[in-house]
């Protein structure tokens, strides 16, 4: 029931098994106003218009600090690092720049 368990704000969407188009098209009848698409490689930022398709965006409308190219660097991230290792960085990262940016109002990303 929609009324009661309204579709989330933003949907991650990890493509390894499945066609993408797949993925997206439950999020689109769901109602999901942005997506981000990642295969490993690349990562698209989608956002439901008014015709109910998706487009692709270069910043979230979510976290609009963040962008596909930024995101897709910490996917990327260090591949031999552990879950742990990349756990702590992130938090780093968003304790030293994202943060202090956000709360001054600036929201310009920085390339990790």
């Not at 704000?9 to 390894?16: I, N, P, R, S």
């Not at 993408?20 to 997506?35: F, T």
């Not at 487009?55 to 991230?77: F, G, I």
Request: negative net charge; hydrophobic residues 45%; charged residues 25%.
């Amino acid at each position: 029931d929609m009324k009661v368990d309204p579709p989330p704000d933003l949907a991650v969407e990890a493509v390894v098994s499945h066609p993408v188009n797949d993925a997206i098209e439950v999020y689109r009848r769901l109602g999901v106003p942005e997506v981000w698409v990642c295969d490993g490689r690349k990562l698209r930022i989608m956002v439901l218009q008014a015709d109910q398709s998706y487009a692709r965006v270069s910043t979230s409308v979510s976290l609009p600090m963040l962008t596909a190219d930024v995101l897709v660097n910490w996917v990327q991230y260090q591949h031999d690092a552990d879950d742990v290792t990349w756990g702590l960085a992130v938090r780093h990262w968003v304790a030293t720049e994202l943060a202090p940016r956000h709360n001054a109002g600036n929201d310009e990303p920085k390339p990790a």
